[in-house]
């Protein structure tokens, strides 16, 4: 079956760091363009980040320079490295496959997500 | 507030039909970049259910339907039933901001 499962999330002072991990199974993370998509708590979904196949990635401006994607082999599971953590930064993350071929950009594989919690 | 904008709610009695509206601008669905809508129940991850404007995923029932013009894009869903009650997000990608971005949702109530 094809899925992805999200860890490494928990409790962090603001201003702390952590890193989310996002493990695949029926598919090659480095095969594929791989997105970070959060939800705050009661709110609508926020796209993150996203590394294509190719290596390129983007960030979302309220994480940019302080988020980091990435996928280092055809082994490895999808990180995001996030520093310098803000108590804005308190949402649910889903890592999330785009989906093969065309379109994408549509995200076809979501996980269950991990929860990140920033305190002040 | 999100570059695409969606009502916050919508309702429809069993068995009729709701259309959800997603709006746009020339720099996201008017530059001609696809739609893609998103299912999502209460605790629990988003589900692809339209990609390409009008494409259905293996799996997603054919009373789910999309459709682009311009700038808007619309998700409509006929026949109605109770397991249709769930947040509805639209999505695409926006050239300026050189980001894919997702409308606010829109909560589909089924009386």
């Known amino acids: 079956e094809v899925q992805v499962e999200e860890s490494g999330g928990g409790v962090v002072q603001s201003g702390g760091s952590l890193r989310l991990s996002c493990a695949a199974s029926g598919f090659t993370i480095a095969s594929s363009h791989m997105t970070w998509v959060r939800q705050a708590p009661g709110k609508g979904l926020e796209w993150v980040s996203i590394?294509?196949?190719?290596?390129?990635?983007y960030y979302a401006d309220s994480v940019k320079g302080r988020f980091t994607i990435s996928a280092d082999n055809s082994k490895s599971p999808l990180y995001l490295q996030m520093n310098s953590l803000r108590v804005e930064d308190t949402a649910v993350y889903y890592c999330?496959?785009?989906?093969?071929?065309?379109?994408?950009?549509?995200?076809?594989?979501w996980g269950r997500g991990t929860m990140v919690t920033v305190s002040s | 507030q999100s570059v695409l904008t969606q009502s916050p709610s919508v309702s429809g009695a069993p068995g009729q039909s709701v259309t959800i509206s997603c709006t746009g601008s020339?720099?996201?669905?008017?530059?001609?970049?696809?739609v893609h809508w998103y299912q999502q129940f209460p605790g629990t991850a988003p589900k692809l259910l339209i990609y390409g404007n009008h494409h259905r995923p293996s799996g997603v029932p054919d009373r789910f339907s999309g459709s682009k013009a311009g700038t808007s894009a619309s998700l409509a869903i006929s026949g109605l039933q109770a397991e249709d009650e769930a947040d509805y997000y639209c999505q695409s990608y926006d050239i300026s901001l050189r980001a894919s971005v997702f409308g606010g949702g829109t909560k589909l109530t089924v009386l």
């Open positions: 999330a496959r785009g989906r093969p071929g065309d379109y994408y950009d549509a995200f076809d594989i």
């Open positions: 020339s720099s996201n669905m008017g530059a001609g970049f696809d």
């Open positions: 590394v294509y196949t190719g290596g390129k990635t």
